[in-house]
């Protein structure tokens, strides 16, 4: 739902695009660093398919049709790889991977799962019953290959689901400190309760009675209609209307619209098309007299949902249509398939903060790796920065 400037890679190092394999004897996996490139084929893709649909946490942003087409389009000013967890031959891990140089403003290399602004989610993708085993994997591999890496950091990880355990309890085991050095809450959408329900729940009577009046305000400027899709008919339309309606906003001013460059505004359709294409994609539009005037595109990726980019034209703020897009938006509620939705949004959004009323912890966690004197040297570095906060 966002773009967020402050996110900042400072990647710049390159990693060996050589496989290296690394054995766990004790889960019978196998983890293996290979250039994204030979993930593109269309029998590896059938595989990372399978994979996102039977993942222990969802994340629509490392499934194949949105981390492929942002690897060929946004990683040009790094070298980023692929790590993958095989298991019996069958996928069940993926993270993508790199070797920043820099810390935030910090001269501190180090590894990371690589994302990019328009990455909300970043964990990995693993199957069900082996989030262990790749941990377990994943961290020896770090010890194994953390070259220059002082420390291995993961951004943008849920905080309130298994994965995460499953994290603490393999560093418990092995005795590793593991940090969270920053956390939010960002705007989640759980309940049983009905969309009307939930809605009269959510907003006071006073601002539902506002809001009543502006849909009736904008019923005066001519037909309204709302169009919910999950179908790929149309999509090309669709896409480019949300492209133009996002551009003409404050987004397009700061620069910071999807059509504000050529590669975001690619990866944007192409990554639209492809989730359509496999089902998971939900298009949720407000026309006036059959022009757009506001549109949400969601990902969804069951059990859960991922309120991916909205926009609104701004002429018409004065009836509120993204609020009045939102009210509709809440019929998720009704879908079987879905239990909850992240927002996406940052921390304290003006807007979805006052209807939503779940919260989504997400965190940034360091995590020791290599040896006694790089741990004690992670030791002191996070430390200062528990103690200072995240001071970036």
Not at 38 to 67: G, H, K, M, T, V
Not at 157 to 174: E, N, R
Not at 222 to 236: E, K, P, Q
Not at 260 to 274: I, K, R, Y
Request: aromatic share 8%; hydrophobic share 40%; glycine share 6%.
């Amino acid at each position: 739902m966002r773009d967020d400037p402050s996110r900042d890679d400072g990647i710049n190092q390159t990693v060996a695009t050589q496989p290296v394999e690394q054995h766990d004897e004790n889960a019978g996996a196998s983890l293996r660093l290979v250039p994204w490139a030979a993930l593109s084929d269309p029998e590896s893709i059938r595989s990372w398919d399978a994979l996102a649909a039977c993942a222990i946490e969802p994340n629509p942003f490392l499934e194949s049709c949105y981390l492929l087409p942002s690897l060929r389009l946004l990683s040009d000013q790094t070298e980023v790889n692929l790590l993958r967890l095989d298991i019996s031959g069958e996928l069940a891990g993926m993270l993508p991977i790199a070797r920043p140089s820099h810390y935030y403003r910090y001269p501190f290399p180090h590894l990371s799962n690589w994302l990019h602004p328009n990455m909300f989610c970043g964990a990995p993708l693993v199957a069900a019953g082996s989030e262990g085993a790749f941990w377990q994997a994943l961290l020896r591999w770090a010890d194994q290959n953390a070259g220059t890496a002082l420390f291995l950091h993961l951004r943008d990880l849920p905080l309130d689901g298994p994965l995460y355990t499953a994290l603490l309890d393999v560093c418990s085991q092995q005795r590793r400190q593991c940090e969270v050095v920053q956390r939010e809450e960002r705007a989640m959408l759980a309940s049983n309760l009905s969309p009307e329900a939930y809605w009269d729940a959510s907003m006071s009577a006073k601002k539902r009675k506002e809001l009543r009046r502006q849909a009736n305000r904008l019923a005066d400027e001519g037909a309204v209609s709302f169009t919910r899709r999950t179908d790929a008919d149309g999509l090309d339309q669709w896409t480019q209307d949300f492209l133009r309606l996002e551009q003409a906003g404050w987004k397009g001013e700061a620069g910071s619209a999807l059509a504000s460059a050529p590669a975001t505004a690619t990866l944007f359709a192409e990554s639209l098309a492809g989730a359509a294409a496999r089902g998971r994609l939900e298009r949720l539009t407000l026309s006036l007299e059959g022009r757009p005037i506001a549109m949400l595109a969601t990902f969804l990726s069951p059990p859960g949902a991922f309120s991916f980019k909205t926009a609104f034209d701004e002429r018409f703020a004065r009836f509120s249509p993204g609020v009045l897009l939102q009210r509709e938006n809440l019929a998720i509620l009704g879908n079987p398939d879905i239990a909850w939705t992240d927002s996406c949004a940052a921390a304290d959004h003006p807007m979805i903060d006052h209807i939503w009323r779940e919260r989504r912890e997400i965190g940034r966690l360091s995590i020791a790796i290599g040896g006694a004197a790089r741990r004690f040297a992670f030791r002191q570095l996070v430390r200062h920065e528990t103690r200072q906060g995240s001071g970036r």
